[in-house]
């Protein structure tokens, strides 16, 4: 095995200052029938670190990364037409979204693949199937991964009908606080000289939220919307002006997630809030404008309740990798930045 291939990835717990990217990427991994999350931002602001990071955390632990010139073939598999024809058996080649079943499929400047593919992709990401077929041959198995995909808007944009397909969006920006940078820096810096080392700190936490994680994921079938949620998620697409309803689904999918990863007994029209920008960020602006919109609007009523204040951006000196909403827990099982759940609420 190779010394590149034998590297611990960085420990999630470990990011710095990129909270909104650490929760949607969370809320994916909880529920991948989000749909997956599009990173938006300029080079060496951590996506791909991120996104290894977060597959360190999944059972399977794969992270797959799809090449730009990656054919169809490659990407969903092929068959094998001849021991078809002549044995009557199907034999599969597995492409990267069998591979990347239960972990991360990784996509680098999404913006520039060809569209079938980014359809491909998408599709297979909410679905969690992938299904080849061939001259009346078919054959199906299941892809349930995340998918994260990357891109920066120098190089081009993804097609309205495309970047509505995503789950999530988050945007990126180039830290502009001395102190975040230095903590930024001091870390992979620490990270590269020891890397196990660096990891044995963190081994505790890691841990912790793997657990976490996993947790959630048993706890989503258990959790459903009330009415006032789906009043909430109606309201707040309403409101950015979004085309289509798959903007109320989404929502309610990553609220639904957010209350599984907090171990909440319910979901809330505060999860709502809490993932709403998350959901909408590339909508409301990929919206082409409506002919038959009205010149004004009567705004809609503002929250019942109000959303936590500590609200992180990109660029604020005081956010960390790992730091999630705040919650009422009774108290921290593990010492970090992602505190474990209280009981149920």
């Known amino acids: 095995m190779s010394a590149a291939a034998s590297r611990p990835a960085f420990p999630f717990t470990a990011l710095v200052g990129q909270a909104p990217l650490q929760r949607a990427l969370l809320l994916a ?14 080079r060496g602001t951590a996506k791909s670190t991120a996104a290894r990071a ?31 024809l002549r044995e009557s058996a199907v034999r599969f ?4 979204l069998a591979r990347a079943h ?45 998918l994260v995909g990357t891109m920066n808007p120098e190089e081009g944009e993804l097609r309205p009908q495309l970047l509505d397909r995503f789950g999530l969006m988050v945007e990126l920006g180039t830290p502009y606080d001395v102190a975040e940078r230095q903590r930024i820096v001091k870390a992979r810096l620490a990270f590269d000289a020891d890397p196990q080392a660096f990891c044995a700190v963190r081994e505790t936490e890691q841990r912790a939220l ?39 689904l989404v929502m309610l999918r990553a609220a639904r997630a957010l209350a599984a990863f907090e171990g909440a007994q319910a979901v809330s029209p ?49 956010a960390d990798w790992g730091e999630m909403p705040p919650e009422p827990v009774a108290a921290k099982a593990v010492k970090g930045v992602i505190p474990l759940p209280a009981k149920k609420r």
């Open 210 to 248: 793997a657990q976490r994680i996993a947790a959630a994921r048993e706890a989503l079938d258990k959790l459903g919307w009330s009415d006032a949620v789906h009043e909430r998620a109606a309201q707040r697409c309403i409101e950015a002006a979004v085309d289509g309803l798959r903007a109320d």
């Open 102 to 146: 239960g972990g991360v499929l990784y996509v680098d400047e999404v913006n520039l693949l060809p569209d079938a593919l980014v359809d491909v992709l998408l599709d297979a990401a909410a679905s969690g199937v992938n299904t080849i077929e061939r001259d009346g041959v078919s054959h199906t198995h299941d892809a349930h991964f995340v």
């Open 54 to 84: 977060l597959a360190a955390l999944l059972p399977e632990g794969a992270f797959v990364t799809l090449p730009l010139g990656a054919s169809e073939d490659k990407l969903i598999g092929t068959l094998d037409l001849e021991a078809a």
């Open 270 to 318: 505060e999860h709502v809030d809490e993932v709403a920008d998350g959901v909408l960020a590339h909508r409301r602006h990929a919206m082409p404008q409506r002919s038959d919109a009205p010149s004004s609007r009567e705004p809609l009523p503002p929250p019942s309740a109000p959303r936590h204040e500590d609200k992180h951006t990109e660029t604020s000196s005081d």
């Open 29 to 42: 991994a909880i529920d991948p029938a989000i749909g997956g999350v599009l990173v938006s931002g300029p």
């Open 93 to 96: 080649a597995p492409g990267l």
